[in-house]
């Protein structure tokens, strides 16, 4: 097969690129309804049982992360005239599109008592603007005194005040929620200028917005500083246009791919989606300057562009299959594990991976096909003389001191599985963001003042209809609810009890100390107006079931990470509830909501990345077997791709850099792209062997010398091609870019001592010429390098709609 390539590749090259180029246009069309993502990406599989919860949660009570959060702590807002401020600012939003809801202390409801209907009623707290300052401060007096809003509206200690805004479901999971939190963000910067008071955002909606504006920006960013920074290393390393222009015309066409592939999978961008070009880009350069770089040394031996061409395809096409299909595995395994957001990433990357293979293979030889051989000037790069030093002082290291190679590199990784005993895991729900920033601040503002905004929901299921309201069930909750108020970094709760409360207080005319469950002794009157009761505001349905049987009782908590939030849940939450419902079989409860879908999530995500880690390890061990069937070479092999993963986790404990999602991606990505190197410079000692008798000293030799520049080269486009991630506001980003950079740096330098070294420690060279690996079936590694080709059937004929034709040059070659 591929002694044929060459002769499919080059004969045919028009066509190839001319059915790439149209299919680059449908992909280019499948593109063009590709959207960011809205949705809530939770790492949960949707047959997990808490993820069930969860669902049947939003079913009975909507969205749990669907308010966004204004905040104010400033004395002044309560003067009259920035108060009456404060008040067109809630009625313009309450005028804003895709809102449903504002509470906040300029639209309070308060319950009152309608003796006439023996009824309760919802009514707004200011029916008409206070006129004077006198009446302003009798109003807030009698807010202070509404103890439902007590620690949920109103920090009575400090004066603290929200404005709670409840957003469209339909709008909260599409772009208009972008439209809805730039027109909120408008509006109350026009009241911050009018005021001077400073207002504060925060709110699961505000948060997923800003994060995912952030997204959108840095995938552009990243695609143009990705082609900018490939393109100058391609312009120092070859010296000539031709080598930059044209490997980016095989990159911008696989990014296309990448689009389609979105668009034909109906997948959206989102984080990790949002980076696979810019991965695509620093990744697929590589094949170009291997093909390149042997284009060039084939061509300065022998003169003969077409024949240079031609060993090119025949010597570095198999060897580029597999680098590159390793590399997709190092992605494609994390479509086995169970996270949607993972499969989603690890599907497209890998399959556009192998894309890269393909589009490469046929535009590098065509082009350079119907391009003007390389001048002397263009083939100056393979005496680069700083190059040739450092490869041979590479070499003298492998040959003189490769015991010492063992032994520094023994203690380092020593030292790092002492840091690797460090690495801890942790993430946060508001992730990776700089703590200067402004989101992050307010977030702080609101734990600082209310206990945070993150949604924690607790469902208690009391088996039978209506008995959630049941006097017995209610001081249960009751109890619950003050275990739970006492809990550091946790709200005041909410649920049908404070409803019951504020009955109860408005049956008594407001007085504060009224606010309690009812008593036996006023509870039938309660009830008798409780029957007489509407939920037209939809005040019960938010509490309870429409059965009566289930009950919500909703808090709020600091983003205190994954590992505090979880301990905070199973050892604190859980058994408070376990104590006061453990006794009673009936009853059925569970801690569900955003946040714990958030921490569930994060350990899936953990799980299921190491998990395809040993996955890829595995199948590219086996690969390797299935090529060189050999235990001894399968070892050798893997060994100097391991160490750079240790040595990078040992970083990571020792800088207090967490494992968590985006970290965890660093040793997959890596460990399939590091594998290439190995594959390459084997690759290539196979070959020096059977040309050199078998002497492994000349054969380490050689392939030090020829495949080491390239391996230079790739290793630095990769490593600066990912150290462009640190422009990131994301510090999970910019850990990837900086660790995987590193680890690829690491992989570059073990792969060109440790893995020589161990050749020359281990393996004899010796071959049973009776008994041949499946990868010694092909020419690549055995055909003579003087052999014949018929470069007159590739040719480029006279009337060749392009210009170039070689005939002069292979007649004077």
């Not at 040992?650 to 990505?669: D, E, V």
């Amino acid at each position: 097969m591929w002694s044929k390539l060459p002769h499919i590749v080059l004969k045919y090259r028009l066509g190839l690129m001319i059915l790439l180029l149209l299919f680059t246009v449908f992909m280019g069309y499948m593109a063009r309804d590709v959207k960011m993502a809205f949705n809530f990406n939770t790492a949960v599989p949707e047959t997990d049982e808490n993820y069930k919860y969860f669902q049947d949660f939003k079913k009975n009570f909507g969205e749990d992360g669907n308010i966004l959060v204004l905040g104010v702590k400033d004395s002044s807002l309560y003067e009259l005239d920035n108060f009456l401020k404060y008040e067109a600012l809630n009625k313009k939003l309450q005028n804003v599109e895709g809102i449903t809801n504002v509470i906040s202390l300029a639209t309070l409801q308060n319950i009152t008592k309608n003796q006439d209907n023996r009824s309760f009623e919802l009514s707004p707290l200011i029916k008409q603007s206070p006129t004077s300052q006198v009446e302003l401060d009798s109003l807030m007096a009698v807010a202070l005194n509404l103890k439902f809003y007590s620690g949920q509206l109103m920090n009575v200690k400090n004066g603290a005040t929200l404005i709670l805004i409840t957003m469209d479901r339909e709008v909260l999971n599409s772009k208009l929620r972008n439209d809805v939190v730039a027109e909120i963000q408008g509006i109350g910067k026009q009241f911050t200028l009018d005021s001077g008071i400073e207002l504060h955002y925060s709110g699961m909606p505000f948060v997923r917005t800003i994060m995912q504006e952030m997204t959108a920006r840095e995938l552009k960013l990243f695609i143009v500083l990705s082609i900018a920074i490939t393109a100058l290393i391609l312009f120092l390393f070859f010296r000539s246009w031709t080598a930059v222009v044209f490997p980016l015309i095989v990159i911008g066409v696989v990014v296309t791919w990448v689009m389609g592939t979105l668009g034909i999978l109906q997948y959206n961008i989102n984080v990790l989606t949002g980076l696979i070009p810019s991965i695509i880009i620093v990744i697929g350069i590589p094949n170009s300057i291997y093909l390149l770089n042997k284009y060039h040394q084939d061509f300065a031996k022998h003169g003969n562009k077409m024949k240079a061409l031609s060993l090119m395809i025949r010597k570095i096409g198999l060897v580029t299959f597999i680098t590159n299909f390793t590399t997709a595995i190092g992605f494609l395994v994390l479509v086995t594990t169970d996270i949607t957001l993972l499969k989603e990433f690890g599907l497209v990357a890998g399959i556009n991976i192998l894309a890269t293979f393909v589009v490469s293979m046929v535009l590098i030889p065509g082009i350079f096909s119907y391009l003007p051989a390389p001048k002397p000037a263009q083939l100056k790069h393979l005496d680069f003389k700083m190059t040739g030093r450092m490869l041979t002082l590479l070499d003298l290291l492998v040959h003189r001191h490769r015991y010492r190679v063992f032994i520094i590199t023994f203690v380092v990784v020593g030292v790092s599985l002492y840091g690797v005993s460090k690495l801890y895991s942790v993430a946060y729900m508001v992730d990776d963001i700089p703590e200067e920033s402004k989101l992050k601040q307010d977030l702080y503002f609101f734990e600082e003042n209310f206990n945070g905004v993150m949604p924690l929901e607790i469902i208690i299921d009391f088996g039978k209809p209506r008995s959630s309201l049941n006097a017995r069930n209610l001081r249960k909750v009751e109890r619950l609810e003050i275990g739970l108020d006492s809990i550091d970094f946790v709200s005041q709760p909410i649920s049908i009890v404070s409803f019951a409360k504020a009955i109860r207080q408005a049956y008594y005319n407001g007085d504060a100390n009224r606010y309690s469950l009812p008593s036996p002794s006023d509870r039938n009157a309660i009830l008798n107006y409780l029957s007489n009761q509407k939920d037209n505001d939809g005040l019960l349905n938010s509490f309870v079931d429409t059965t009566g049987q289930v009950l919500r009782v909703s808090l709020k908590i600091w983003d205190l990470g994954s590992v505090k939030m979880d301990s905070l849940i199973t050892q604190v939450v859980e058994p408070r509830i376990e104590e006061v419902f453990g006794d009673d079989d009936e009853v059925h409860t569970s801690v569900t909501g955003s946040t714990l879908l958030f921490v569930k999530g994060n350990k899936f995500l953990i799980e299921n990345l190491q998990m395809s880690l040993l996955l890829a390890f595995a199948i590219i061990a086996i690969i390797m077997a299935i090529l060189f069937a050999n235990l001894r070479m399968i070892i050798i092999s893997m060994v100097p791709n391991l160490i750079p993963l240790v040595l990078t986790a040992g970083i990571m404990g020792f800088f207090g850099i967490p494992l968590k999602p985006s970290t965890a991606l660093i040793f997959s990505i890596a460990f399939g792209i590091s594998v290439d190197d190995s594959i390459h410079f084997l690759a290539k000692y196979r070959q020096e062997l059977f040309a050199n008798k078998f002497f492994v000293p000349i054969a380490i030799s050689n392939s030090i010398k020829e495949t080491g520049s390239s391996m230079l080269y790739t290793s630095i486009v990769l490593f600066f091609g990912f150290v462009i991630f640190v422009f990131s506001d994301f510090g999970g980003t910019v850990a990837l870019g900086l660790l995987t950079s590193l680890t690829l740096l690491f992989a570059m330098l073990t792969n060109l001592t440790v893995l020589p070294a161990l050749l020359m420690v281990f393996d004899s060279g010796k071959r049973n010429l009776n008994s041949h690996p499946l990868i010694e079936h092909y020419e690549f590694y055995i055909e003579d390098e003087d052999e014949e080709i018929d470069t007159q059937s590739l040719l480029i004929k006279s009337n060749d709609p392009f210009v170039g034709s070689t005939d002069k040059e292979n007649k004077d070659s």
